[in-house]
Structures are given as C-alpha cells and as structure tokens.
C-alpha cells in the first residue's frame, strides 16, 4: 500500500463549479502538506501549503488537513478551464527533506 | 523570477545509450532533488543533496545511475545504460536553506527506444 492515496480521476466539471480534490496518508509523521499543479509535460507549480492541522485560503483555493483522519483536500472555487490540469498532493516529515507525492488527480474544466 | 533550469528538455535515445540531465537550482538554494515521474504517477525521490554532499540516494539505482553537484550549484544527473524502463520526466527542484517550498524546474522528458 502507498504512502499517500489519490484518485487519479479524471474529473470532469463544467465552469464555475466548486472542485474538491482529496488525498489519504498513512504516516503519522507527515507534518508538511502541500498541492501542486501540473501542466502537461511541464513541471510542478506549488499552489498551497500548510503545516499540521487546520485550513489555508488564497484566492479561489482552500487547503484543509485533517491529521486525525489522516486525510488532505484542495478546494477550487469557481473553476476555470485554465484550473484544467493534474493536481498533486504532497507531503513530508520533519527528519526527511524530500516530498512523498500522490499519483495525481487529473481535473477537466469544461467551457 | 528566479526559476529552476533544466536542460535538455526532451532526449530521445537507444536502450544501451548514456544519457545526461542538466540542472541548474534557484540562486542561493542549498539543497537539490532530482525526482522521476513515470507517466499517469506522482514524482518519486531520486537523490538529494545539501550543496555538494549526497545526503539521500537510497531509492537511487546506483548499478546505471549516477548524480553529481561538484561546487555545490549546478547538478548532473546520468544513465549509463539506459533502459526501456527509464522513460519518464526527470524532474530537478531546489529549497532555500531550512524552507519547506521545493521549487520544481520544467523537467527533461526521456524516451528510450
């Protein structure tokens, strides 16, 4: 079993619809937890980030960890057909300096 | 903006080929990852470094690949021989210091043939 579980979709939404993307973890030492986005055939973009518990808001994003489920979501308000991308959760401890990712959620936004 | 530097971005080569991946970090960054991401996957750690010391290579196979970051800036990354299962993006990312953000570059996307 992985690390760190995401339904790798795709998602289909149309315009301005709210999106949520979700990610289980398994270590309990994940203190770090991260989304990026992903263009194809470009690299990561870093678009949220939170450390421990509790909710991140910036813009039409909203970051929310729940260590005691052990589970992750990104919310996108108002979607966009530019918001069409792979979207990756990541995560990692405080020992390891290196992220442990998520397989990916591709998410399409329909015009 | 500062940005990660990749180079080249797209390398088509034979199986039993050497090939090499460029990587030039964010001015100032310290530490340096290589990630692969296999296609439909999330990225998976290659090696890290801490200027010009290796401080992780446990996931990397050390038989075919090989990382180095001389003067602890720019870093290369090489496959000798390349595999039919080496085909995916090489992706390089840098931190400043004791920062959690990784800043990733665009990638080199391998194909072995």
């Known amino acids: 079993q992985k690390e760190v579980e995401q339904d790798p979709g795709p998602l289909s939404v149309p315009e301005g619809a709210i999106v949520s993307l979700n990610c289980t973890y398994s270590n309990s030492a994940f203190q770090y937890f991260m989304w990026y986005r992903q263009y194809s055939r470009k690299g990561p973009e870093l678009l949220m980030y939170t450390y421990s518990s509790g909710n991140k808001e910036d813009g039409r994003f909203t970051a929310q960890v729940d260590k005691s489920s052990k589970y992750i979501s990104l919310f996108i308000r108002d979607s966009q057909p530019s918001d069409s991308a792979t979207y990756l959760c990541?995560?990692?401890?405080?020992?390891?300096?290196?992220?442990?990712f998520g397989s990916g959620t591709r998410l399409q936004v329909q015009p | 903006e500062a940005e990660v530097a990749q180079s080249p971005r797209y390398k088509i080569t034979e199986k039993s080929q050497a090939v090499a991946f460029w990587c030039d970090p964010i001015?100032?960054?310290?530490?340096l990852y290589w990630y692969r991401q296999i296609l439909g996957q999330g990225p998976e750690l290659l090696v890290q470094?801490?200027?010009?010391?290796?401080?992780?290579d446990s996931q990397l196979p050390k038989d075919r690949f090989s990382a180095e970051r001389l003067k602890g800036v720019d870093s290369t990354l090489k496959i000798q021989p390349a595999e039919l299962g080496d085909s995916a993006m090489y992706l390089c990312a840098s931190t400043l210091g004791s920062q959690e953000t990784q800043y990733f570059g665009p990638g080199t996307r391998l194909l072995v043939l």
């Open positions: 470094f801490q200027d010009e010391s290796v401080v992780d």
């Open positions: 001015s100032g960054h310290a530490t």
């Open positions: 990541a995560m990692k401890d405080t020992g390891r300096r290196a992220l442990t």
